[in-house]
């Protein structure tokens, strides 16, 4: 029998998923048109775009830039669903999608007003979503606006990413949700704060089936300084605190999933998600600690298509490896990844082939080693003046300079 080439289950709860690939919650999961598509290409679920209740308070048509070179998606304007909107998307994603799982992600406030939490929880439940997303990590709500106006004392209701840091809000909504569905929960937590571990780890004890790690982080985004009044975005006004997401923020999105797993340990599932943009990503996403994956940006400028060629490779890649399962790569990385303090660097120094180098002078420059000197043949390096650091060896354009081992 053929295999089916999307088939790597992974369970959210008491939930399958055909595979870990998750369309996370984003401008791709906003039209029944859109989650067709997903099916149609293979994914495990799709995570429909926010629903904020009541009508968001901060809501405007979608800018964005993606900034090609940086690797960086940039937004603050983006529209989010209201409540008629988000349930009659998951009533109709129902109907048309069999094999992708639909997810509803929303948010309410903070505070002890949890209303608003559980009329969305039983409302979508209600629809036929089959897994809740509480959004505790948009940084374009409230967190926005009290970092752009830190000095003043208004009291502004916390939502997102200024409610994702505290723990106690992010238990009182997953306990009062619990009581009202049996949907599992994941809980989407902000790393802004530097909590996401221990926020993380009070969701678990609080109910939740799974936590996601968001990743993207609140920033701002280049300026024309002969200009800097003209924001980079079209059709925009002013310059704003942006939303950082795309293979830019990998390495944090990695730390963030690490981090969680080694505080929660190995029975809670991570959803992790931020710049997965390849396979490889995807891999060293669950080596880190990852059971699914979430991907938004990459779905924004490549659409959904490009499964199919990364579900080829990733299976291809166990195959080689003799992984039979997505659990088999997940956490490869927790006990490899060492603490500073127990870190082996072993002697060597740097050597110029004078071959190959074109006397382009880029590694005579580095400002924190003295032992390199240009010669009449070629640059030269002093081993006994060498640190071994490898700056020249990744400057060089020519690929003149190697490494050479001391292992004793
Ligand atoms: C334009 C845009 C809109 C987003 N909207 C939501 C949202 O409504 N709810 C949510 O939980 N996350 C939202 N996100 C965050 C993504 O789901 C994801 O966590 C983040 O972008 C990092 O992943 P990526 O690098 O694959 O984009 C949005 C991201 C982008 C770029
Ligand atoms: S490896 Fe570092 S210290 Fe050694 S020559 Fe190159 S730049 Fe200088
Ligand atoms: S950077 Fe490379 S090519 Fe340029 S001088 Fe140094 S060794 Fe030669």
């Known amino acids: 029998m053929k295999e089916d080439l999307f088939h790597l289950p992974v369970k959210i709860g008491d939930v399958e998923l055909r595979n870990p690939f998750i369309v996370a919650s984003g401008p791709t999961a906003k039209r029944v048109d859109q989650l067709e598509m997903a099916e149609k290409s293979g994914w495990g679920a799709a995570s429909i ?7 968001p308070y901060i809501n405007y048509q979608p800018r964005y830039r993606w900034l090609k070179k940086e690797k960086l998606h940039v937004f603050t304007a983006e529209y989010r669903l209201d409540m008629e909107q988000g349930l009659r998307l998951v009533e109709e994603a129902r109907k048309k999608c069999k094999d992708l799982v639909i997810i509803a992600n929303y948010s309410y406030v903070a505070g002890q007003d949890i209303e608003g939490w559980l009329e969305a929880a039983r409302r979508f439940d209600a629809a036929g979503a089959q897994i809740l997303e509480l959004n505790f990590c948009c940084p374009n709500m409230s967190f926005n606006v009290d970092i752009s106006e830190r000095a003043k004392k208004d009291v502004r209701p916390s939502s997102g990413a200024s409610m994702g840091q505290d723990e106690d809000a992010v238990r009182w909504v997953i306990e009062n949700t619990r009581k009202v569905t049996k949907l599992p929960l994941i809980a989407k937590i902000t790393p802004e704060g530097g909590r996401i571990s221990e926020v993380s780890k009070v969701a678990f004890e609080a109910g939740a089936a799974a936590v996601c790690s968001v990743a993207n982080r609140l920033g701002i985004p280049t300026i024309d300084v002969w200009n800097y009044k003209k924001p980079i975005y079209n059709l925009q006004g002013q310059n704003t605190m942006a939303c950082l997401s795309g293979p830019w923020i990998k390495p944090l999105a990695l730390r963030d999933v690490f981090e969680i797993r080694k505080l929660v340990g190995p029975g809670a599932h991570i959803n992790g998600t931020g710049g997965v943009a390849s396979m490889e990503d995807a891999v060293q996403m669950m080596m880190c600690g990852a059971d699914s994956i979430g991907i938004c940006t990459e779905t924004m400028v490549s659409g959904f298509g490009f499964l199919e060629k990364w579900m080829k490779s990733l299976k291809d890649y166990m195959k080689k490896m003799g992984f039979k399962s997505a659990r088999d790569i997940r956490d490869l990385l927790l006990s490899e ?14 050597q110029v082939d004078p071959k190959k180098c074109s006397k382009c002078g880029l590694c005579v420059e580095i400002g924190h080693c003295n032992a390199i000197v240009m010669t009449n043949e070629s640059a030269s390096i002093d081993s006994k003046l060498c640190q071994g650091c490898s700056t020249c060896i990744d400057i060089c354009p020519k690929k003149a300079i190697t490494m050479t081992e001391q292992k004793t």
């Open 49 to 55: 775009k926010q629903t904020f209740n009541p009508l």
């Open 337 to 350: 990844i060492k603490p500073a303090s127990e870190l082996t660097v072993w002697a060597g120094y740097a």
